[in-house]
């Protein structure tokens, strides 16, 4: 009688087990909520709010440089004159308005 060498059904069951582990981990690794795609996400809001803070902070500087031209301290007369006549509406005599 020959006997036909045949692999355990333990050893079978180890490797079976041990890749179905290392397919959930590589799962994880891309898909999972620490994993390359949600940091690829991560990565690009991050660049986009960082655009966006730009923007808004270039606003800011505008506005705290028109704000101090106005203020008590330093007063730019074409400035104060160019407000006044956009919220009052006003013209001197010798003036068109173009609309």
């Not at 006997?3 to 898909?31: E, K, M």
Request: aromatic share 10%.
């Amino acid at each position: 009688m020959t006997r036909t060498a045949r692999p355990a059904l333990g050893t079978f069951a180890f490797f079976a087990i041990a890749f179905a582990l290392g397919l959930y981990f590589t799962f994880a690794a891309v898909q999972g909520d620490y994993g390359l795609f949600q940091r690829a996400e991560i990565e690009a809001e991050a660049r986009a709010l960082t655009e966006q803070m730009e923007r808004v902070q270039a606003d800011v500087d505008k506005m705290e440089n028109l704000t101090k031209r106005l203020s008590d301290d330093y007063l730019d007369l074409d400035l104060l004159d160019e407000q006044a006549r956009s919220v009052l509406g006003m013209l001197r005599s010798d003036e068109i308005v173009i609309r």
